[in-house]
């Protein structure tokens, strides 16, 4: 086990393209003839041996969860 070095990890999104993480995107929709506006943020928090992968969204609504997602975790060390 190493409890040194540095990890970077992305979404990896169907079309092959990636975001490094964390990341925010910006979501609105329409209900009702409102506007509604929200940010979904991912991030991830890691330990030696462990990671964990957070999805928070702004308007804070957990009816609902996450799209499955895919990862890329790259570890250095």
């Known amino acids: 086990m190493c409890d040194?070095?540095?990890?970077n990890a992305?979404?990896?999104y169907d079309d092959g393209?990636?975001?490094q993480l964390p990341y925010t995107r910006h979501?609105?929709?329409s209900e009702n003839n409102e506007n509604h506006f929200y940010d979904t943020t991912i991030?991830?928090?890691y330990a030696p041996g462990k990671?964990?992968?957070l999805v928070t969204n702004?308007?804070?609504y957990v009816?609902?969860?996450p799209q499955t997602m895919t990862f890329r975790v790259i570890t250095h060390y």
């Open 43 to 45: 991030e991830y928090e």
């Open 17 to 19: 393209f990636q975001n």
């Open 10 to 12: 992305y979404v990896v």
């Open 27 to 29: 979501h609105s929709y």
């Open 4 to 7: 040194i070095g540095i990890v």
């Open 58 to 60: 702004s308007d804070f």
């Open 51 to 53: 990671i964990i992968f």
């Open 63 to 65: 009816g609902d969860r």
